[in-house]
């Protein structure tokens, strides 16, 4: 089963090890660029290891705004070894019950770099629909809750 846990001194090694192809790279920053942010914005930043039962096979960062009402996929991958198997679908649901069951959100906001196929299907197959907006040169998505 499909679930995130909060990083901790126990899963952080796997998690920064965790690979993407090269081509993939430049989707995403890396694992450990993501957690030297959490330290900088410990209010917002919530990063999650993605665990297959006991095993993790991906990294979600969430972009926890309570005041707007709005959360953020803010970082999102399932390591190159493990795509492809359904993981990455499951773990954005999980995600969107989590955050949906908090109460505390209206809106899930997301960005994709242009040419992410990948990333573009699954979102609007999970009912994200871009806003028109780009943000650092990346599309802004949104889901309403
Ligand atoms: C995007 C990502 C998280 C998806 O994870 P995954 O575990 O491979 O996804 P799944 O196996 O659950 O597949 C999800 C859907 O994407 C589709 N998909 C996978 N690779 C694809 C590709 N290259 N082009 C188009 N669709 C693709 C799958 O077919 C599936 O759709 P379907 O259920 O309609 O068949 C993963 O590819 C990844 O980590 N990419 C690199 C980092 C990244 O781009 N992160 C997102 C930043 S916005």
Request: charged share 30%.
């Amino acid at each position: 089963m499909v679930s995130l846990k909060e990083v901790n001194e126990n899963n952080f090694k796997t998690v920064v090890g965790m690979k993407l192809n090269e081509e993939q790279s430049k989707y995403v920053a890396s694992n450990v660029y993501s957690l030297a942010q959490a330290w900088l914005y410990p209010d917002e930043a919530k990063p999650y290891a993605i665990y297959n039962d006991e095993e993790i096979i991906g990294f979600m960062m969430l972009d926890w705004d309570e005041k707007k009402r709005e959360c953020g996929i803010w970082r999102f991958m399932i390591a190159s070894n493990r795509q492809g198997m359904g993981y990455g679908r499951k773990a954005l649901m999980y995600a969107l019950n989590l955050i949906k069951d908090t109460g505390k959100f209206d809106y899930v906001f997301l960005d994709y770099v242009p040419g992410n196929e990948a990333g573009k299907h699954l979102y609007e197959s999970m009912g994200f629909i871009e806003t028109g907006e780009i943000e650092d040169d990346e599309i802004v998505m949104k889901l309403d809750l």
